[in-house]
């Protein structure tokens, strides 16, 4: 019996050797055109990987693909200089069968800050105009108002939606909150499914085993979806827990695109699912062609292979996805101060403590990240306080949860820009401007420019005509770490962290 047998025989044992006392369908949501890349590639998968094996993906029996997020947007304008609209129109041409997956980031889709309501609805419009007839969105304060008038239009428009209940480990992330969260989503936007959300791979069995079913209690016959990663090393085992607890469908990622910082992936939890005596109306065949096409493009491009993580404790602690640990790393390096990794990961999960437990997704695990980091390079607590935070703890982004420590709070809006106004105030409406700075411009380049600032939709237009492709590098904490040292008492200083430009206002120095 081989070494990978034998665990699946261990792992049906572990779940009381249960076969087949219920033969319901799971079904698959894959993501590995999507979240698969994004977490092991950096987002770097090109429309012509996807288009090539669009068409095994039409057959194989995935219940949706999982295909666009605001990062696919935002790397393929600024990275790739791929026109995201054009991917999205290639993928249903060439996969018509296929239900393809869109994700809205909030109200910010793929900016730091909050856009205007004209754009988050227009954004909505053209999802559904360029092809996608299943739409959902999530907020990672789990904030249902910043989410549910883009939930209520796309069903409008005749899309499936589902919401996204965002999960974490902290005092305030109960079971009880995730049920009230549950009700409150169904209530404001009647929603079709509901996907629990765990970006940073922090489930447990043991946690599954109380938050599944109190959420299936009260969400009806609504589809109960489960999205995590595989960060702990307890993912695999956890998903098949959480089906014998009334999961219905899983996301799972392609190996190699799978483990790691992604997905579980496809083959394994199929073949352990079928095992435990569940349906699952995949085809293996194409599942393993697949494969081999996206081990042929790590081959031909040098791209990393997912493999699984070990169990680490303090990843509890920080809570950081996989793709900034692996920034941090990077940056840290290239500034020469590796030997600080450990402090700053202590000092990330001190920070998300004060900050009342955000969430560590996109864009609170950015802003958490940088506030840590130059806690620790500047040696002062709180000394240099980015604009993000200020306006995070102001309520810029939605309501929190729990309050921010009172010292804290203190310091962050004595050394915070003085130009932050301590009432958020309404976003006036921008595709007007904009409509009128570029009138030949068609309206999905009008929102690409809402969120993509400066000449970087010119830029991409410019490769695309020129057949170009660029790979620029991201800004490093190098800049920050010079900028800190320099000790300037006034000005601003601007750093670019992991996609995440935060402006530092010192102003006239008397706040610092």
Request: glycine residues 6%; aromatic residues 6%.
């Amino acid at each position: 019996m081989q070494v990978e047998d034998r665990q699946m025989v261990s792992t049906i044992m572990s779940l009381g050797g249960r076969p087949a006392n219920s033969r319901r369908e799971i079904k698959i949501i894959d993501t590995t055109l999507r979240d698969g890349h994004q977490s092991l590639w950096a987002t770097r998968m090109r429309t012509e990987h996807i288009l090539a094996m669009a068409d095994k993906f039409d057959k194989a029996g995935f219940l949706h693909v999982d295909l666009m997020a605001p990062i696919q947007f935002d790397v393929s304008v600024r990275y790739l200089k791929e026109d995201p609209w054009e991917r999205v129109r290639l993928a249903h041409q060439h996969a018509p069968n296929t239900k393809f997956r869109a994700l809205v980031r909030s109200r910010n889709i793929a900016s730091f800050d909050f856009l205007p309501d004209d754009v988050i609805m227009k954004w909505v419009e053209r999802l559904y105009a360029n092809g996608f007839r299943v739409i959902g969105s999530f907020d990672g304060l789990n904030d249902i108002d910043n989410i549910a008038a883009g939930l209520r239009l796309a069903k409008e428009l005749g899309a499936e939606t589902f919401g996204a209940l965002s999960f974490c480990e902290s005092p305030v992330h109960t079971d009880e909150l995730y049920v009230r969260k549950a009700k409150e989503l169904i209530e404001k936007t009647d929603v079709d499914s509901i996907m629990l959300k765990d970006a940073g791979g922090l489930l447990t069995p043991e946690r599954v085993r109380t938050l599944v079913p109190a959420i299936k209690e009260v969400i009806g016959d609504r589809q109960l979806e489960l999205h995590s990663h595989c960060l702990s090393g307890l993912t695999t085992y956890m998903y098949l827990e959480a089906v014998e607890l009334g999961v219905d469908a899983l996301h799972t990622s392609i190996a190699p695109l799978a483990n790691g910082a992604g997905q579980p992936s496809t083959q394994r939890i199929v073949r352990d699912l079928r095992a435990l005596g569940y349906q699952v109306n995949v085809d293996d065949q194409l599942v393993d062609a697949i494969s081999e096409d996206i081990h042929t493009i790590a081959k031909t491009e040098n791209k990393p292979l997912g493999a699984p993580l070990e169990y680490d404790g303090l990843h509890y602690m920080h809570q950081l996805p996989g793709g900034m640990l692996s920034n941090f790393h990077s940056q840290l390096a290239t500034a020469g101060l590796s030997h600080r990794f450990d402090e700053l990961l202590h000092e990330t999960a001190r920070v998300r403590a004060e900050l009342a437990y955000p969430i560590m997704i996109t864009p609170f695990a950015q802003f958490v990240g940088t506030q840590a980091v130059m806690n620790v390079i500047s040696g002062e607590r709180y000394s240099v306080v980015p604009n993000e935070i200020k306006k995070y703890a102001l309520g810029y982004y939605g309501k929190l949860l729990t309050d921010i420590d009172p010292d804290v709070l203190k310091l962050i809006l004595e050394n915070g820009s003085s130009d932050i106004s301590e009432t958020p105030t309404e976003i006036p409406p921008a595709l007007p401007d904009l409509q009128e700075r570029y009138p030949n411009d068609s309206i999905d380049d009008l929102l690409l420019r809402a969120m993509f600032a400066g000449t970087q939709v010119d830029e991409m237009r410019r490769a695309i005509k020129n057949g170009e492709r660029s790979e620029d590098a991201a800004g490093s904490l190098v800049s920050l770490v010079k900028s800190l040292s320099a000790k300037r008492d006034t000005g601003k200083i601007t750093v670019k962290l992991n996609g995440l430009e935060v402006c530092i206002d010192k102003g006239d120095g008397k706040n610092v």
